[in-house]
């Protein structure tokens, strides 16, 4: 019988800017209560003369990401989606990488993409201060492994 794959096995890392360097180091995103991808497909459909029915193949896809999450003080990615909605970047200062890591294939299988942040909303719930948005496709897929030595706390990504 197969077993079922755990959320919590698959993971997430953000790239965080080091430095002025162009740099990023790559920290689990934790504290995150929404993780979502939508594949967001394109669609060319048509219908021909002599049929019936519409066909329709799919083209390309515009991925997006929605997320949340409780703010944690002391969290470098946090903070770097704070300044990202503070201060209002747009363009290039708000492009970040992430890195989603599957724990249960043997190679530790990554896909690495630069996403846009999309600050959407802030200060929802009474317990704890949230924030959410969604992070939209800026650049081409890479495949590769993710590797770790501190426990998945941070990684790297080495391309297929």
Same mark, same amino acid.
């Given at each position: 019988?197969?077993?079922?794959?755990?959320?919590?096995?698959?993971?997430?890392?953000?790239?965080?800017?080091?430095? *002025?360097?162009?740099?990023?180091?790559?920290?689990?995103?934790?504290?995150?209560?929404?993780?979502?991808?939508?594949?967001?497909?394109?669609?060319? *459909?048509?219908?021909?003369?002599?049929?019936?029915?519409?066909? $329709?193949?799919?083209?390309?896809?515009?991925? &997006?990401? &929605?997320?949340?999450?409780?703010?944690?003080?002391?969290?470098?990615?946090? =903070?770097?989606?704070?300044?990202?909605?503070?201060?209002?970047?747009?363009?290039?200062?708000?492009?970040?990488?992430?890195?989603?890591?599957?724990?249960? &294939?043997?190679?530790?299988?990554?896909?690495?993409?630069?996403? &846009?942040?999309?600050?959407?909303?802030?200060? *929802?719930?009474? =317990?704890?201060?949230?924030?959410?948005?969604?992070?939209?496709?800026?650049?081409?897929?890479?495949?590769?492994?993710?590797?770790? *030595?501190?426990?998945?706390?941070?990684? $790297?990504?080495?391309?297929?």
């Amino acid at each position: 019988m197969s077993a079922v794959v755990k959320r919590c096995k698959k993971l997430a890392f953000y790239g965080v800017p080091e430095g *002025s360097s162009g740099e990023y180091v790559f920290y689990r995103m934790k504290g995150f209560d929404e993780i979502v991808t939508s594949k967001n497909p394109r669609e060319y *459909s048509r219908q021909y003369v002599d049929e019936e029915f519409e066909q $329709t193949d799919v083209v390309g896809y515009n991925p &997006s990401i &929605s997320f949340g999450f409780d703010r944690f003080s002391q969290n470098a990615v946090h =903070d770097d989606i704070i300044s990202i909605f503070n201060e209002e970047k747009v363009g290039a200062e708000a492009v970040r990488p992430i890195i989603m890591v599957d724990l249960e &294939s043997e190679e530790k299988t990554a896909i690495k993409r630069e996403f &846009s942040v999309v600050a959407e909303s802030e200060g *929802s719930g009474v =317990d704890l201060y949230k924030y959410s948005g969604s992070f939209r496709v800026k650049g081409e897929k890479v495949v590769g492994k993710a590797e770790s *030595s501190d426990d998945w706390q941070t990684c $790297t990504f080495v391309e297929a």
